[in-house]
């Protein structure tokens, strides 16, 4: 069995990659990267860490690679070939990728090959009706009959994968827990085997929002707090436990909505909300708050890890003030290595805060505006006042008293 999988980042090589070479698949990864490309191309092979209690390596088999520029080529003949095609590539790049996958397509099914489902594993809500909306777009009217022959396949993914060095080599280290979720009412027949330890839903929704609205929610205030608090990876913010607290009531608030929509047990969202927490507490993972704060305007859209939470939140008269607090601070992130952090800040400066609000987050409600602008505000005072011993008392007042 062939899978071409798009993006040998760390969720590539640490979750997907490995998952489907343990269920016998050979994988061909397709990147840009030419230093990935010349590692994994070497041996054909690549190791990467687990980070139990006591960590470990797993090797990873049966793997090769292409160059996704210069060897496109070879990429159509690998989606000819392939009983699958998955993707890691980050949600924003999938509309680049799909003028390469629409070739592989035509050609596919101009040899009159099976039909195929393409699985986009990407931190964001139906992250492969984005890459089918693209396709879709691009594809030539002549060809939309190949549509037919394709499923296009959405999943909830969660790993925690990090980039670390062993031997003077960049490889990836990966927790212990992970969780695949497909949709299964949305794929195509072709005989494949369903993948071992994956879970198959008819509906991926309430998986979807609840990875989202609690895992990626927790991470996301985690991360902003820190960048608030001046702490440098997730770690530091979790071992004080006044934001632990928080960023637990955070995501005990989001879990109130998931309860009313979905009917989940109570109890069973606050075990999933603890063990969220231990696996970010993992003493071998040093994740860096910038990098977890990373691309603060997608984090901040409409139906995204923030704003989706709060909206609902709010729509059915439920605490909102915890989460706004947070969606304060996503306002606050500031890194000139962040693009979109950059824009970010430009916008506030010349429209201020109220119109970011409105633009980025697409809040129509002024009350909740003013709500957001003024835990901003103070926030601000803080952080433009930071010098001096009770720093972080005002914080955790800013927390629990505002």
């Known amino acids: 069995m062939n899978v071409i999988h798009f993006g040998a980042g760390n969720i590539g090589k640490g979750f997907i990659a490995n998952v489907l070479s343990h269920n016998g698949f050979h994988i061909c990864f397709v990147d840009v990267d030419q230093t990935n490309i010349a590692t994994i191309r070497k041996e054909n092979k690549y190791l990467i860490e687990v980070l139990d209690t006591k960590p470990y390596f797993v090797e990873v088999n049966n793997v ?18 392939a009983d699958l095609i998955t993707t890691s590539v980050g949600v924003n790049n999938l509309p680049r990728i799909a003028p ?35 396709i879709t777009q691009q594809l030539p009217t002549s060809e939309q009959q190949i549509l037919t022959q394709v499923g296009f396949v959405n999943s909830a993914i969660d790993r925690q994968a990090i980039s670390t060095t062993y031997n003077g080599t960049t490889i990836t280290a990966v927790e212990p827990f992970w969780e695949w979720v497909i949709n299964q009412k949305e794929m195509v027949e072709n005989n494949l085997p369903k993948i071992q330890g994956v879970t198959y839903v008819d509906d991926l929704q309430p998986y979807i929002e609840k990875k989202l609205y609690i895992v990626n929610l927790g991470h996301a205030s985690l991360a902003y707090l820190g960048f608030i608090a001046n702490k440098t990876t997730i770690l530091d913010v979790l071992s004080i436990p006044v934001f632990r607290q928080f960023v637990k009531n955070v995501m005990s ?31 071998h993972i040093k994740d860096s708050v910038l ?25 059915r008269k439920l605490p909102t003030h915890n989460l706004s607090k947070v969606v304060a601070m996503a306002l606050l992130f500031s890194d000139q290595q962040d693009s979109e952090a950059i824009t970010l800040q430009d916008f506030i400066q010349q429209h201020g805060i ?35 011993t009770h720093f972080l008392t005002r914080i955790e007042h800013f927390l629990f008293n505002q």
């Not at 035509?106 to 992250?127: G, L, M, Q, S, Y």
């Not at 990098?291 to 729509?315: C, D, F, M, T, Y």
């Open 291 to 315: 990098r977890v704060a990373k691309s603060p305007i997608r984090k901040l859209g409409v139906n995204e890890r923030l704003i989706g939470p709060l909206s609902q939140l709010q729509s």
């Open 64 to 81: 090769s690679i292409l160059d996704s520029i210069h060897e496109q080529t070879q990429i159509v003949e690998q989606i000819c070939q």
């Open 253 to 283: 608030d989001s879990a109130r909505y998931l309860i009313a929509e979905y009917q989940f047990a109570e109890q069973t969202l606050a075990d999933y909300i603890e063990d969220t927490l231990s696996r970010f507490a993992n003493p």
């Open 354 to 388: 109220e119109a970011a609000i409105k633009h980025y987050c697409q809040i129509t409600d002024q009350a909740l505006i003013q709500v957001i602008a003024d835990y901003y505000t103070t926030l601000n005072a803080i952080i433009q006042n930071d010098s001096g």
């Open 100 to 134: 390469l996958i629409i070739q592989g397509l035509i050609e596919r099914f101009k040899r009159h090959r099976t039909p195929v489902n393409i699985i986009a594993n990407e931190n964001a809500i139906n992250a492969t009706n984005i890459l089918k909306q693209a």
